[in-house]
């Protein structure tokens, strides 16, 4: 058998990275793709963070931009094209841009006042995935019993969240037991691989080191997983730190 030198490895695993033809699993990012005027540059920036994204759109009008962080996008490309949206954890949606598409914009203000961008939000239409997003609005304001994030997956058709009589904590689908479920925290198992359970969360492990205040918002995925998830039978319920 053929051996290559560590250096020659690392060449290829580097370039295999940088290659824009891979496209590489992201458990909690998402992704926007739709249509656009033909070779136009499409540029995306987070309302909030001012983070931005470009990608050039293909001869057929197609464009893809991965790896985009939930929240409030402005997304244009070209005059007349521009559009607010708000982008939902872990989720692959379609937005065409055009001149006079619909875009939303904030309303002039004095420099003294604040202004609120809000956009339409995208939803998947082009999935069998069955899954519920708990937005970080309701994280912050439906009242709970613990101050463990994932009490509020409990509002998703079949899945329950119990607390037993000394305040521990477990999660389960279905008629599943708690390990079937795996939780992602951006986009990492927090599954135990010699403990069952979920780290922090339910099972035998212990300590919690992703606190209610951590988290923007989260997925609760019921059916249908991507093979992007693994070791679970139930539900995956991947999560995005603020």
């Avoid at 055009?98 to 004095?110: C, F, L, P, R, S």
Wanted: proline share 4%.
């Amino acid at each position: 058998m053929r051996h290559f030198p560590r250096t020659m490895l690392a060449a290829a695993v580097a370039a295999a990275l940088a290659s824009p033809g891979i496209v590489w699993a992201q458990a909690a990012d998402a992704t926007l793709r739709g249509k656009a005027p033909a070779n136009s540059d499409i540029t995306a920036r987070n309302v909030a963070t001012g983070a931005t994204r470009r990608t050039h759109v293909s001869a057929d009008g197609s464009y893809t931009l991965a790896g985009l962080q939930p929240g409030t996008w402005r997304v244009d490309a070209g005059p007349g094209t521009e559009q607010v949206v708000t982008l939902n954890v872990a989720t692959t949606v379609t937005l065409d841009l055009g001149a006079g598409a619909g875009a939303v914009t904030a309303e002039a203000a004095a420099p003294t006042q604040e202004v609120v961008v809000t956009g339409r939000r995208l939803h998947e239409v082009k999935t069998s995935e069955l899954g519920t997003v708990v937005s970080q609005q309701q994280i912050e304001t439906v009242p709970q019993m613990t101050r463990n994030f994932l009490e509020f997956a409990d509002t998703v058709p079949g899945i329950v969240f119990t607390v037993d009589a000394n305040g521990k904590t477990s999660i389960h689908g279905g008629a599943q037991n708690q390990n079937g479920v795996n939780l992602y925290i951006d986009g990492v198992g927090q599954k135990g691989y010699v403990r069952s359970g979920i780290s922090g969360q339910a099972g035998d492990t212990q300590g919690n080191p992703f606190p209610q205040l951590a988290i923007g918002e989260y997925k609760v995925i019921t059916s249908n997983y991507k093979a992007e998830y693994d070791q679970i039978s139930s539900a995956a319920i991947t999560a995005i730190t603020r």
